[in-house]
């Protein structure tokens, strides 16, 4: 588990570089509010603490969580879905190993039902918006919801590429114009490219370090981009293009830390396939038609619905039990 | 003689598998050592999968060098040989090499210091029936040597028109183990004299033995060997990758002809045969030399001085071995058997079994404590090691719940043990203790079943069968009075009628009058009265299957219509004496209770006595009229 | 308006019995074939045909408890596991094993003292599994493995040779233990 925690690393500078220390205040706040969490919630069930504290899954979970929220979110935002994440999702399922859903994508989940107003306050990145806050400035507003004298949040913020993809289809501009905008980059947007970038770097190297399985990134990858594909060739004026999809939003942080997630995943080979598959699927639906700009938390959290049921039906045939000729194509 | 047809050397991998540190340098440095044969010897006598053999011996007899101690018992079973000459100084549960650290029947073999072998005779195999050559081997006492210690005869023969192949299995894949690999260096030839007489047997097409690739001395000792050999079929060694568990019987069937063995399904079906390599040593010596299994090679490592590999005794106590070896300070525990699937041992004064390939002192710094198991977190690293291509993590869930019928659903019993799962495991689960509790609580619960089964038919064939004496009876007697009927016209019939149903109600008073009485003496025999010779006799005229007066039969005979309330009743009353015979035994008091012992014996010598005196007025009456 | 109402209710109707007939037909086609209750509470009940429930054996136990006429924690053989599986399948609560019954004992086995005999066949006939054998007069003994423990031959014996023996572990019967987990709540330093 702390492996994955070093290979959130890059994605975390990255971030950090592009938006400011409001992210690194974001993870601070989810670690120590998760932490707390846990080692309370052990307590209350007569668990020992130590190994359970140490073994990085509940830092996980409070990162992934962290790099989901909008930097300049306030502080009693991330600090509450740390605690829910953590008490409701794991504690209350039977803790680590039980729980049906994904924590960290409930308590985001949780979060952006709430208090959707809030949880799209993103800074603009570096550089394109037309003042900047510092560092000081950041840590008065995420704590205080102030900002220094002279400055209006609207000045500093800016909605994410898949949001102003979102809204401006709505108003029927054309795709093209929309890509024009100074938000988007080569391929996605400004600065989120380079953080997907970074995600994907990690994700490289938990596939080298054989900590999640393959088949799960590439089918989600696979079948986003694949969905992406195929509405953009049929018609590019309204839809984006599969790189688009890959490096903007959650999708690569999804991809490689979020839908891998082993307890809530399917456990057969085919069954994670499905799994992945379909959260790719799912994501692209509600991404392009459903409501919210990013369709990764949700997706996760209903086919973590469903992982029993696929694993039911995917049970891989057992040793001896197949037809001989499968053993000998598969050998 | 060049006969020799090039075999297939393509591998078919098996799902998943695991590659610990092997450990195996340590003790294959040396030849193998004879040990000196131990002042004792603790031999068991369940050395076999099925029934335990039957002792042979007592205590006190001398025995010679492969004397057969005790016999098979049943097919599914193997004999038992002295494994030196000496004398029996004990026959009975002892310690044995079992996890569950029960004691078990052996023999126990002083030996006398000579090593004195029973005469031998070479038996003709070449011109033996099949069948004889299994008993034979079964006499032998030869089981498979590669720790599940099944039958050999019950492997030779079966294909009726010959195998397809025969694999030697040599491919020794857990760690630490080295005896199979030393055996080969050793003893080569007369390994592969051992195939041949095998390959006979089964009629087996090819054959191929299976070596990891660590081993390459064996390996090419044992090329050499076939080369050497006049064979006349075609053999030989396929050197497989080092991973385990490639040892696995199936395992290693599926790597040399890709052939799947499902659980419950015998490999002589899909026309391959698997034998240990030892195993095939040891028919070689028993078929050639007339030489039971009394010895095997072991190979004792660990925490000891001069880790190696050792012939030793069947029986010889583990303590002589790893005095053998140098025992040295700080081991913690022994482990019997290879690290993967091997258990500790729950004393060293137990006897070695012919299972027994290794023995591991095991101390802090080769076997670090396992560190606290977390919760399963799902992560599938136990189903990609899995060569049996289960999902342990369901299993283990299914297991710790107690949910078997749920496991069984998930192939539970395709599981072999290996342990790969729980080496790989990163949170630390022993999966296999679930695998075993699981396995172990399901045969009981279908023992039990069977047992359930077997005593509600029996019970319910002990009804049907008084429902038709009863009946029986009912129409002898009305075929009596039709009989009577017909010599003395109608209307005696209904005299006879009447007076029929006049004896039953007769036999009905007086068997309700006897249980009166009988609830009376038993009432006076349990509470503390002098002893009433009448108490015990009342039952006794009761009983019916011992008429011995002429009254007895006619009142069995009127009185069964009444017999099933009666045996309700029966049970009652039982039930009713022994909680009378409960409360009686509580309220006693020492004294009264060594009274009512004392009293119990002189009812039992009463009663002898009577007996006695009855059997000989018998006799006395029988005399007359012979 | 009235027409869209009625259009409305027509196709509830419609669907209504559409899947009223097609639920119909899955009841007819897919009928499993139950075993009579009283087949299953024998089913779960443990054969030692001992009658301390108070009934002459396990069937007729069964078939009171069928007919709501005996309670389920009679049964001390079945012990608690049984008056568990009982409640399952009754959809009962769950009872502690009526004490007046009798309690729960290790399995056992008769065992007949051979000395002692003196062959009066009174145990043959308490016997409900014709576990004993011998003849008249003859020395008797019991088949272990058709005994079921139900003490019913240890009272008409009268020579008291019958014992009942406990059924102790052997190494066939072992069984492997629940794991131990290590995991088990820990009390907490405070
Ligand atoms: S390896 Fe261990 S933690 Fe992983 S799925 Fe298997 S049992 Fe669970
Ligand atoms: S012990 Fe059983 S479940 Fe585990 S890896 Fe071996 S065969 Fe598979
Ligand atoms: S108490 Fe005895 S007779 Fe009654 S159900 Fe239980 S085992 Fe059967
Ligand atoms: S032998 Fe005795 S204890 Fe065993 S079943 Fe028969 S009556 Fe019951
Ligand atoms: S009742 Fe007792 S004495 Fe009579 S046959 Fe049975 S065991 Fe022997």
């Given at each position: 588990m702390l492996k994955v925690a070093a290979a959130l690393i890059?994605?975390?500078?990255?971030?950090?570089?592009?938006?400011?220390?409001?992210?690194?205040?974001?993870?601070?706040?989810?670690t120590v509010a998760a932490l707390a969490t846990e080692a309370f919630c052990l307590r209350l069930r007569n668990y020992p603490i130590k190994p359970f504290v140490t073994d990085g899954s509940a830092i996980v979970t409070a990162w992934l969580m962290a790099l989901s929220f909008p930097p300049l979110a306030p502080w009693w935002m991330i600090t509450l879905a740390a605690i829910m994440s953590i008490a409701l999702a794991k504690h209350m399922y039977g803790g680590l190993g039980q729980n049906t859903f994904n924590p960290a994508m409930v308590g985001f989940a949780i979060m952006i039902v709430s208090f959707p107003a809030q949880m799209s306050h993103w800074a603009a990145p570096l550089g394109l918006a037309p003042q900047s806050l510092d560092a000081a400035a950041q840590l008065q507003w995420i704590f205080t919801g102030h900002l220094p004298a002279g400055l209006n949040f609207d000045a500093v913020a800016s909605a994410t590429p898949l949001d102003t993809v979102k809204t401006q289809l709505m108003q029927h501009t054309n795709m093209l114009t929309i890509l024009h905008e100074k938000l988007f980059g080569g391929i996605g947007g400004i600065g989120t490219e380079w953080i997907t970038a970074a995600y994907l770097l990690g994700g490289l190297y938990l596939l080298q370090q054989k900590l999640i399985p393959w088949i799960v990134p590439v089918t989600f990858l696979a079948v986003l981009g694949g969905m992406a594909g195929i509405f953009w060739l049929v018609d590019p004026q309204h839809y984006t293009s599969p790189l688009f999809h890959w490096f903007s939003g959650a999708a690569m942080l999804g991809a490689f830390f979020i839908v891998t997630d082993p307890v809530t995943s399917p456990t057969t080979p085919l069954g994670r396939m499905i799994f992945a598959g379909l959260i790719g699927l799912l994501t692209y639906l509600i991404r392009v038609f459903g409501g919210y700009p990013d369709g990764v938390a949700f997706a996760v959290l209903i086919l973590n619905l469903a992982a029993p049921f696929i694993d039911q039906y995917t049970q891989p045939s057992v040793f001896g039990h197949k037809n001989r000729k499968k053993a000998g194509a598969k050998a | 003689m060049n006969a020799r047809a090039e075999v297939s050397k393509v591998i078919f991998p098996f799902h998943g598998g695991v590659h610990p540190p092997e450990h195996k340098d340590e003790s294959s440095q040396t030849p193998i050592a004879a040990m000196p044969v131990p002042r004792q010897l603790v031999v068991p006598l369940h050395q076999s999968i099925g029934n335990i053999a039957k002792a042979l011996v007592a205590v006190g007899d001398t025995v010679l060098k492969g004397q057969m101690i005790a016999e098979a018992d049943g097919t599914v079973s193997a004999a038992v040989h002295a494994p030196t000459s000496g004398r029996v100084v004990a026959v009975g549960p002892t310690l044995v090499p079992h996890p569950s650290g029960l004691p078990e029947h052996c023999v126990t073999i002083e030996s006398d210091g000579e090593d004195r072998w029973i005469e031998r005779n070479r038996f003709d195999w070449r011109n033996a029936e099949g069948r004889i050559i299994r008993d034979y081997l079964r006499d032998m006492g030869?089981?498979?040597?590669?720790?599940?210690?099944?039958?050999?005869?019950?492997?030779?023969?079966?294909?009726?028109d010959g195998l397809d192949t025969l694999v030697i299995n040599a491919a020794e894949c857990e760690p630490y183990i080295t005896c199979d690999d030393l055996l080969m260096r050793e003893r080569a030839a007369q390994v592969v004299e051992g195939i041949k007489i095998v390959q006979h047997l089964l009629q087996a097409r090819q054959v191929l033995v299976g070596i990891e690739d660590n081993k390459p001395q064996a390996a090419q000792a044992m090329r050499e060997a076939l080369k050497n050999a006049a064979i006349n079929f075609p053999a030989d060694v396929v050197v497989v990758p080092t991973l385990y568990p490639s040892g696995g019987a199936k395992q290693l069937i599926k790597l040399l002809t890709n052939i799947e063995v499902p659980s419950g399904v015998r490999s002589t079906d899909l026309g391959v045969q698997c034998f240990n390599v030892a195993t095939i040593y040891t028919i070689y010596r028993a078929l050639e030399h007339a030489e039971p299994v009394i010895?095997?090679?072991?190979?004792?490592?660990?925490?000891?001085?001069?880790p190696g590999n050792v012939d030793a005794l069947i029986g010889t106590p583990i303590a002589d071995l790893l005095a053998f070896a140098g025992d040295k300070p700080g081991s913690q525990a022994y482990i019997y058997g290879g690290p993967m699937m091997g258990f500790e041992l729950p004393g060293t004064s137990l006897g070695l079994s012919k299972a027994g390939n290794c023995i591991i002192a095991k101390n802090g710094a080769l076997f670090p404590e396992k560190p606290v198991e977390m919760p399963c977190i799902r992560c599938g690293k136990c189903a990609d090691a899995c060569p049996a291509e289960l999902q342990p993590m369901d299993l283990y869930w299914f297991g710790k719940s107690k949910n078997f019928g749920k496991a069984q659903e998930r192939n539970l019993f395709d599981c072999i043990e290996c342990g790969a799962c729980a080496y790989v495991c990163p949170s630390n689960i022993q999966l296999v203790d679930y695998f075993r509790f699981s396995k172990s609580e399901i045969w009981a619960a279908e023992k039990a079943k069977k047992a359930a089964d077997q005593a509600r038919e029996r019970h319910e064939f002990r009804q049907f069968r008084e429902e038709r004496e009863k009946r029986e009876k009912a129409e002898r007697a009305a075929a009596k009075a039709a009989a009577r009927t017909e010599a003395s016209g109608g209307n005696v019939a209904e005299a006879a009628d009447a007076e029929r149903a006049a004896k039953i109600k007769a036999a009905m008073e007086r068997a309700a009058a006897k249980k009166v009485e009988a609830a009376a003496a038993q009432t006076a025999s349990d509470s503390v009265t002098p002893i009433d010779p009448d108490a015990v006799s009342v039952p006794m005229g009761q009983a019916a299957i011992a008429p011995t007066s002429n009254e007895a039969p006619q009142a069995v005979e009127s009185a069964a219509p009444a017999l099933d309330p009666e045996k309700a009743e029966r049970i009652r009353a039982a039930m009713e004496k022994r909680a009378a015979e409960k409360a009686a035994a509580e309220a006693m008091s020492p004294e009264e209770k060594a009274a009512k012992e004392a009293e119990k014996k002189a009812k039992i010598a009463a009663a002898m006595e009577r007996a006695a005196a009855k059997k000989a007025g018998q006799a006395a009456q029988q005399q007359p009229g012979e | 308006m009235l027409l869209a109402f009625v259009l409305a209710l027509g196709i509830m109707a419609a669907l209504a019995l559409l899947l009223g007939a097609v639920l119909g037909w899955a009841a007819i086609r897919y009928k499993v074939d139950e075993d009579p209750l009283v087949d299953k509470i024998d089913a779960i009940l443990p054969q030692t045909q001992c009658g301390q429930c108070g009934f002459p054996g396990c069937k007729p136990y069964a078939t009171a408890i069928a007919g709501d006429e005996a309670d389920i924690n009679r049964c001390p053989p079945g012990g608690e596991d049984g008056i568990r599986k009982l409640a399952d399948l009754l959809g009962k609560e769950f009872k502690p094993l009526n004490a007046e019954n009798g309690e729960e004992k290790p399995k056992s086995l008769a065992?007949?003292?051979?000395?002692?005999?003196?062959?009066?066949?009174?145990?043959?006939?308490?016997?409900?599994?014709?576990?004993?054998?011998?003849?008249?007069?003859?020395?008797?003994?019991?088949?272990?493995?058709?005994?079921?423990?139900?003490?019913?031959c240890v009272a008409p014996c009268p020579v008291d040779c019958i014992d009942i023996v406990p059924v102790g572990e052997t190494v066939t019967s072992w069984k492997w233990r629940y794991p131990v987990i290590p995991l088990t709540p820990v009390k907490v330093a405070a």
């Open positions: 890059p994605g975390i500078a990255t971030y950090t570089y592009f938006f400011g220390v409001g992210v690194l205040v974001q993870i601070g706040l989810a | 030869v089981v498979g040597l590669g720790g599940a210690v099944f039958p050999s005869h019950l492997k030779i023969g079966g294909a009726r010895s095997r090679v072991v190979t004792i490592t660990g925490n000891v001085q001069r | 065992v007949v003292d051979e000395a002692v005999c003196i062959g009066c066949t009174l145990c043959v006939q308490a016997c409900p599994v014709d576990a004993i054998v011998g003849a008249a007069k003859h020395v008797h003994t019991v088949v272990s493995s058709e005994c079921t423990g139900c003490e019913l």
